[in-house]
């Protein structure tokens, strides 16, 4: 009988102590975001909206490549990349699955229908970065964290190599589905649209158009929240509807939309289709991908996997070491920093939304809910299939965590740069954020009740 007892007694100590893990971290993180809220609060305005704006330069030029560069670079090497496979694979896999959430959120809850392509990408695509990288860093900041020795530097390891894919995505997929809606653009009056302007475009529509930097410290902080200088990139064909322009022929309405201009010039003029795919490709804004990050993480993986570099860059006793002690000293700035800015941004509060409230809550059950527990599903089946790093529970714990977060803060950035539905993702945005404090500590428990007594 004493012998139960005592098993009792220490299950529920176990289990209480997960919870605690599991707790603490997320209180840590409130505390940060909290103390940014209210130093930006317009009640208060301890510190000016310009200074957060400042700090998020700061965060995504200098403390977060930092940070990449010091764990990532560590961590890597050719055996590990071809081990940790299935991180990236993740983050496809998750934007999938959101797509399909987001198209039912969308079919069920009928939005307007300016905001249905909206309501698929504002549910299919989440925080891969800022967020999870504090979450990770929270976890691994006690010295008994379940995880491990090594918990922050693997932790950060993981999370830093999956950011390249959904920059990659950000600028694709996310890029075309932002384009504001056909009927929005200024080529088309009242009657229909103004077939004189839509023939002038060319064979090889020019990528790059006079930019338009702006400079506007009044600007929500939800633009420069997680892409800094996104907005300052905007150029005239930044809030053109070009994949409606570009395929509105198809339907038959206009056989004039792209003129076969090529054809006046070659025997074997390229095919309508073809030609449009490779005018939607040069449009595609790929220079956005080579950002402060994502060159960290590949100078990272770079180093990694030349082992004499490695060991001259990270050896304690390196001549360069001094470098990348300063990087470190750097890095541990990124995660109150980039917290700080988080409470700037929900300070603003919510804008006034036509999306309504009913496709707003689809989307935030859809994202903070329902993704989860299929992520749960995908990452146990991979599991059983030996996709995943054996024994290695941090693995595990960030590719659920990959499910669990809101909608990237770079999908306002995004919004403004496109000139569609800022308020509505700046609303979106805001509420995901309130609601994860709740939706993350309940899941982050039950990863820890997954993963913990295993590791």
């Avoid at 975001?33 to 317009?42: E, K, R, S, T």
């Avoid at 509105?248 to 054809?263: A, Q």
């Avoid at 490709?281 to 220079?287: L, V």
């Avoid at 740069?417 to 509505?424: K, Q, S, T």
Wanted: proline fraction near 6%.
């Amino acid at each position: 009988m004493e012998f139960f007892r005592a098993s009792f007694h220490g299950t529920m100590k176990s289990e209480a102590e997960n919870a605690l893990h599991a707790i603490l971290p997320q209180l840590k993180l409130l505390c940060m975001v909290l103390i940014g809220l209210l130093f930006a609060h317009q009640k208060t305005q301890v510190v000016p909206i310009e200074t957060f704006k400042i700090l998020s330069r700061l965060v995504f030029a200098l403390f977060l490549p930092c940070l990449i560069f010091t764990n990532l670079g560590q961590c890597i090497s050719l055996e590990n990349i071809i081990q940790w496979w299935f991180i990236p694979v993740n983050v496809v896999l998750i934007t999938a699955i959101g797509c399909v959430l987001g198209l039912l959120v969308a079919v069920i809850c009928r939005p307007p229908p300016e905001y249905f392509r909206f309501t698929i990408i504002m549910t299919a695509f989440g925080n891969t970065g800022n967020l999870p990288l504090a979450i990770v860093s929270a976890v691994c900041d006690s010295t008994n964290n379940p995880f491990g020795d090594e918990c922050s530097a693997t932790g950060v390891a993981y999370v830093s190599f999956s950011q390249w894919v959904a920059v990659i995505l950000g600028c694709t997929l996310v890029y075309h589905m932002m384009e504001p809606p056909l009927e929005q653009h200024a080529i088309f009056d009242e009657e229909g649209a103004d077939s004189a302007e839509i023939e002038e475009i060319p064979s090889e529509i020019e990528v790059e158009s006079e930019e338009t930097p702006s400079d506007d410290l009044s600007a929500p902080l939800l633009i420069e929240a997680e892409w800094p200088g996104l907005k300052e990139k905007e150029t005239e064909s930044c809030k053109t509807p070009f994949i409606a322009r570009l395929f509105h022929s198809i339907s038959g309405i206009s056989r004039t939309t792209v003129p076969d201009l090529d054809s006046r010039t070659s025997c074997l003029a390229e095919p309508r289709m073809v030609r449009k795919i490779r005018i939607l490709a040069e449009k595609t804004p790929y220079r956005h991908i080579l950002q402060p990050p994502i060159t960290a993480s590949a100078i990272a993986i770079f180093i990694g996997i030349v082992p004499a570099i490695k060991s001259f860059v990270f050896n304690d006793d390196s001549v360069v070491s001094f470098i990348t002690d300063s990087l470190d000293f750097m890095a541990d700035a990124m995660v109150p920093s980039a917290m700080l800015v988080l409470g700037g941004m929900l300070a603003e509060g919510p804008h006034e939304s036509n999306l309504g409230v009913r496709t707003t809550i689809g989307i935030i059950v859809a994202r903070l809910l329902i993704l989860p527990l299929l992520g749960i599903g995908v990452i146990v089946m991979a599991d059983k299939l030996n996709f995943l790093v054996p024994g290695d529970q941090m693995y595990r714990f960030v590719l659920l965590l990959q499910y669990t977060t809101p909608s990237a803060i770079l999908l306002g950035s995004i919004a403004s740069l496109r000139g569609y539905a800022v308020n509505e993702a700046s609303t979106v945005l805001f509420w995901q954020h309130v609601f994860a404090l709740f939706s993350l500590t309940a899941y982050i428990i039950v990863y820890f009740y997954m993963l913990v007594p295993y590791a």
